[in-house]
């Protein structure tokens, strides 16, 4: 079980009715969860979502027919529900389709034959305001053309803000890294706002993104 809150409401979509059928059975196992919706297309997602505001949503990339791919789903979903986790699951194992997830806007990309304790960490990960991608894939999403300045960037943070993104790297929450640094959440929020700054990216899923590229946090 996820503590002694509420449940974590949980959109699925994907055009495979056994796909449907294993994430809700993982995720009702586990506990912790509830399924307030299930789509097969991404038209679908996007209806559902409005309709039923969910924590989590779990998207495949692709859908049978055509019409609205995931990736498009967790653009607008993004835009329009900043708060909600999105997780891409993909049977592609594409450095290609990562760096598209986070442009979209997801926190999460799983592959569909992950390891159910990988599954659910990385749920929780989301859940929890962190961000869950495979370090193999993070580590190819950043171009080769990008090493000389990101690692000139990298070395001209300060040792702490060198401590914080090497835990952002590892997929920590500011209240987790808060924790472990014995600083306040607040001043770990500055210091992420400024090594985001510092490396010159948009947002601290490219900041861990950048870092585990260069064999910074998990997956070094």
């Known amino acids: 079980m996820i503590g002694e809150r509420s449940p974590l409401r949980v959109l699925i979509a994907d055009d495979h009715d056994l796909a449907r059928e294993g994430l809700r059975a993982l995720l009702e196992r586990a506990g912790g969860y509830l399924i307030v919706a299930e789509a097969s297309t991404g038209e679908e997602a996007l209806a559902l979502a409005a309709e039923h505001s969910p924590d989590l949503a779990l998207l495949d990339i692709r859908y049978a027919g055509g019409g609205i791919d995931g990736l498009e789903v967790a653009r607008r979903l993004a835009d329009a529900m900043p708060t909600l986790g999105v997780v891409l699951f993909t049977m592609h194992d594409s450095a290609d389709y990562l760096r598209a997830a986070i442009a979209a806007g997801a926190r999460g990309f799983l592959a569909k034959d992950a390891a159910r304790n990988e599954v659910l960490a990385a749920l929780a990960q989301v859940a929890a305001g962190g961000v869950a991608f495979p370090p193999a894939l993070m580590r190819r999403a950043v171009s080769e053309d990008q090493a000389g300045p990101a ?70």
């Open 151 to 220: 690692l000139a960037a990298i070395k001209r943070l300060t040792p702490r803000e060198r401590e914080v993104l090497t835990a952002l790297a590892g997929g920590s929450t500011n209240k987790e890294i808060a924790i472990a640094l014995s600083i306040t959440p607040g001043t770990v929020k500055t210091h992420v706002e400024r090594l985001i700054g510092k490396l010159g990216v948009r947002d601290r899923t490219q900041a861990a993104i950048l870092a585990t590229r260069h064999g910074i946090g998990r997956g070094a």
